[in-house]
């Protein structure tokens, strides 16, 4: 009796056994098969990342539609995917990148064409227009300087502030207020009282120079009506043969007048 509870013993420990050497072998398998596939994923991801960056090289350089399958040795790996450029602009809002104290902003009212002396199409936006600013900060930490430019005759500018902390001193053409808004997912403190665009209001207007004052903050701007296209925007996506896809998104703004111009020391 004694003789066959040690071999029950002995074989309950022998299967105890093995069943740890099967898991350990099978953790080892699992994990490198897994490290095997991410590495795999990894380098899929990173070569579908840079043939659609190459899609929106190409579209900087072409213009149009590009077919990633196209350019040089994609195709023959089995890319597939497309890059599309684009200057049209279809909303009455437009967000600007954050701009740093005493950076300005270019705003285009008029349809930019390069290769034009001046570089206009000469259809300038008419109607309403609010520039909300005071992200991240509170708007009575900064202040805006608006400078516009347009076409009367010869050109003309005419400069506004927005500065509801009074951190210039200055009441003189001050069109800032308190009630801000939620712009393209951007939170804004403040905006300007509206200002009109028409025959009679700033005809032939060109351009809109926004500086930012005491703080950094994006700029945010919305109209009455569709805006003028600010620049260049392309969308390149690619797919690897093993179906890994990434999407490129680029906006290159028009040309952007030096901070030396149309600036004014307070």
């Given amino acids: 009796?004694?003789?066959?509870?040690?071999?029950?013993?002995?074989?309950?420990?022998?299967?105890?056994?093995?069943?740890?050497?099967?898991?350990?072998?099978?953790?080892?398998?699992?994990?490198?098969?897994?490290?095997?596939?991410?590495?795999?994923?990894?380098?899929?991801?990173?070569?579908?990342?840079?043939?659609?960056?190459?899609?929106?090289?190409?579209?900087?350089?072409?213009?149009?539609?590009?077919?990633?399958?196209?350019?040089?040795?994609l195709g023959n790996e089995g890319f597939t995917g497309s890059?599309?450029?684009?200057?049209?602009?279809?909303?009455n809002y437009f967000v600007t990148p954050l701009l740093q104290k005493d950076e300005q902003y270019t705003f285009y009212l008029d349809k930019y064409t390069a290769g034009n002396s001046p570089p206009f199409e000469n259809s300038s936006y008419n109607g309403n227009l609010t520039i909300y600013y005071g992200s991240p900060t509170g708007c009575n930490e900064m202040a805006i300087e608006i400078t516009i430019v347009y076409y009367?005759?010869?050109?003309?500018?005419?400069?506004?502030?927005?500065?509801?902390?009074?951190?210039?001193?200055?009441?003189?053409?001050?069109?800032?207020?308190?009630?801000?808004?939620?712009?393209?997912?951007?939170?804004?403190?403040?905006?300007?009282?509206?200002?009109?665009?028409?025959?009679?209001?700033?005809?032939?207007?060109?351009?809109?120079?926004i500086r930012s004052l005491f703080d950094e903050s994006k700029i945010g701007f919305e109209g009455t009506n569709t805006l003028k296209p600010q620049g260049k925007f392309i969308v390149s996506q690619a797919t690897t043969p093993g179906g890994v896809t990434k999407t490129v998104e680029l906006f290159q703004s028009y040309p952007q007048i030096p901070s030396e111009f149309f600036v004014t020391r307070f």
Avoid at 83 to 91: G, M
Avoid at 153 to 182: F, Q
């Fill in 152 to 209: 009367d005759g010869g050109y003309k500018i005419k400069r506004y502030i927005a500065d509801t902390g009074n951190k210039l001193g200055s009441t003189t053409d001050n069109i800032g207020n308190t009630n801000g808004k939620t712009l393209d997912d951007e939170i804004f403190n403040c905006r300007t009282s509206s200002l009109t665009f028409s025959s009679t209001s700033f005809p032939n207007s060109k351009i809109l120079i």
């Fill in 1 to 73: 009796m004694k003789k066959n509870y040690q071999v029950g013993q002995t074989l309950l420990i022998v299967i105890l056994l093995l069943a740890s050497a099967i898991t350990i072998v099978l953790s080892i398998s699992f994990t490198t098969t897994l490290e095997t596939q991410t590495t795999k994923l990894e380098e899929e991801s990173q070569r579908a990342l840079a043939a659609a960056e190459a899609g929106i090289e190409a579209a900087l350089k072409q213009g149009g539609r590009i077919e990633i399958a196209d350019l040089a040795g």
């Fill in 83 to 91: 890059a599309e450029f684009s200057e049209d602009y279809h909303k």
